[in-house]
């Protein structure tokens, strides 16, 4: 069992384990099945997220809502044609995260990594980087459980909940649990994995939540797309031997206070930041109806307090 990066990392000093041998482990204990069974639900787990990561990419899938839908394929699109500015693989996972929002926001079938809202950015990343370095499937089932392990950490340390935490705490758990992922599949230490789930966290925090019209579709997937980025630069900065000055787990701390200190306005109640702007009120009336927003929450928070 373990409750922290710390505890981790001094149950694996001195072996030649994993993070995901660790996790594999403590699951093998708690759950009393076998290896052969947790590699299984890996792989069911995987399916779901391959499909969702491609089934956007090649045809044009529309929300419930009529908000979004279209970004996944013209990203493929663009992808395809060879011009883009960034390199590659950071537009290849940007498309791959956009294609499980739009099937998502579509009532499709996602794995919420570790929440819907931000189940983009681990497939994204990790999908897009085991195929360019032709990594062999089972190591790309078993960076799966090192992101699980991850995100465990900072589920049992701080939130996962943008209604609790802010998109910091949804977005910047799924960047970390990826950048660990891929740093430990290409062969990087237990330390450097924590360093780049560090550095992917700090890199957006104080983030808001502030979905349109309360749904998550904008700007949940604009924000997946660039968790792409966030996770693949984190982990080139730790492979690269830069290390986080903090250590991770202060790091998810930090978060959490942060989460804690922002406005319930801006934690998933869409009563701030994009969701009301007046393009956004327009979406949100479009969708609901007039009268249903004219009956909606006001904001006014001190004199209510209901919701924080």
Not at 16 to 40: A, P, Q, Y
Request: hydrophobic letters at 45%; proline letters at 3%.
């Amino acid at each position: 069992m373990y409750f922290s990066a710390q505890e981790m990392l001094a149950q694996l000093k001195g072996t030649d384990k994993r993070i995901c041998d660790l996790v594999i482990d403590n699951e093998i204990e708690i759950s009393e099945i076998s290896r052969e069974e947790i590699i299984s639900m890996l792989e069911e787990r995987y399916q779901i997220m391959y499909h969702s990561s491609h089934d956007a990419l090649e045809k044009e899938i529309t929300s419930l809502s009529g908000l979004t839908g279209g970004s996944a394929s013209k990203m493929w699109n663009y992808y395809q044609k060879g011009s883009m500015i960034c390199d590659a693989t950071v537009i290849r996972g940007a498309a791959y995260a956009l294609s499980c929002l739009e099937v998502n926001a579509s009532m499709g079938l996602i794995v919420a990594a570790p929440t819907a809202g931000a189940c983009g950015i681990l497939p994204g990343s990790l999908f897009t980087v085991a195929e360019k370095y032709d990594v062999p499937h089972e190591k790309v089932l078993e960076a799966l459980a090192t992101a699980s392990g991850v995100g465990q950490i900072i589920v049992k340390k701080a939130t996962i909940s943008g209604a609790e935490g802010g998109c910091q705490a949804e977005c910047g758990a799924a960047a970390s649990m990826a950048a660990a992922a891929i740093v430990e599949m290409l062969g990087g230490t237990p330390e450097q994995a924590f360093d780049a789930a560090a550095i992917a966290m700090q890199n957006i925090m104080g983030l808001v939540c502030d979905p349109v019209a309360g749904l998550v579709e904008m700007p949940c997937a604009k924000r997946n797309a660039s968790g792409v980025a966030n996770s693949l630069i984190s982990a080139d900065l730790a492979l690269s031997g830069i290390f986080s000055e903090v250590p991770f787990d202060e790091v998810v701390e930090a978060m959490y206070k942060v989460g804690k200190a922002l406005p319930s306005t801006l934690r998933e109640t869409a009563l701030g930041g994009l969701a009301t702007t007046p393009t956004a009120l327009a979406m949100r009336d479009k969708i609901y109806g007039t009268q249903a927003s004219s009956s909606a929450c006001s904001g006014d928070c001190a004199s209510c307090g209901g919701c924080q």
